[in-house]
């Protein structure tokens, strides 16, 4: 069932690179505190439930597969109305609207500081909002806790995962913890670990593990069991090309099982390859959502990005591009790259390179690809991503 994003081609997955001088970066968040992070560990324990908080039941796989993008709008499982929050001086979300129908994918796309924790955290309750209300399977967030917490799943921003176990001890242990039986936990570890790549590591203390193996082995724990609204906090951030395309391939399996999947993440192929709706959050505010076409529309289509092999005559590049009609293209003229947004991107590629071969300009490299974050923002907003703090907004 797992299929290629065709723009994977053009540019390394995840990268959202552009060639643009004036892309801001994006800023490091605020990470969790350890002591709020150990907290949510141990709440974890009080209820067996926590961060992790999924009911204890273990896979059935009797649900029947369902292609993502093909199932017909249903019921909404997530329903979100108004919901605020507030730390301090800082406005984390502003009234947010939001439902996402059952088995379906939500992907939540921002850049660091624009809300997406703080949703993910009020919506699996580890966190109260300070106005609005939300549901999940029809219980709310703050008055059906622990009944929504049998049948959400979370894999947090930070991975919680217990060092000082191997990576096998830890999936047996969160078993255990969800009630399953000894035998049964086990056969689930050792799936899970043969899933992502973690098997030859298994007996090692996580203490020894990558980056990258502790966000699978974390992962991994979140679905030992099958929770039926699963939360994943940039699941792939952190991770390496094939990782990446590894776990897209999970997440879609887990939906074709029929979980409902709300993930946040701040690349647009990764939402627009797993997404049916993508929700874009900037400031604590949702300001588009839609199909991945739909937004696509919304921001002028896919980005044709090519190197002139001779960059002292960009300008001439430009000007023969520019009859196309295609659209204004941005040139960088000291690195010689040139973008232009797209709708029929096939067509444009194959006429830039006629175009370009007719004044005998080389190409160093052309490619077709998605917009980057950057680039979605600048369509939607008229600005890149912040250059301020959500906090330093009015
Ligand atoms: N516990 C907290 N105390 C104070 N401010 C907070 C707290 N949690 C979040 N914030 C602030 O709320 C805003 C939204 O943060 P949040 O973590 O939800 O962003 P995010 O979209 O998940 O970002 P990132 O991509 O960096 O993870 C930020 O300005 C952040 O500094
Ligand atoms: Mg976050």
Redesign the pocket.
Known sequence: MSRSPGFSRCMPAGAGTSCRKSLVRLK???PISDV?HDKLIKESVKHSEGSRMTAPQPQTGSRTGRRRGRRAESEAIISVQGIRKT??D?T?LKNIDLTVSKGTVLGLL??????????VRILTTLLNPDGGQATIAGHDVVRDRTALRRIVGLAG?YAAVDENLTGRENLRMVGRLYHLERKQARRRADELLDRFGLLKAADRLVKTYSGGMRRRLDLAASLVVSPEVLFLD?PTTGLDPRSRTDLWDVINELVAEGTTLLL?T?YLEEADYLADKIAV?DH?KIIAQGTADELKRQIGGDVLELHVGDRARTDAAIEAIADLNVGEPHADATSGCITLTVTNGAQVLTQTIRALDAIDMPIADIALRRPSLDEVFLALTGHETAEQ???EEE
């Open positions: 490091p968040g605020i709020q730390f301090g800082v984390a921002g850049p660091n500081g624009a809300g997406k924790t703080t949703l921003q940039e946040t701040q959050i604590g703090p959500a906090e």
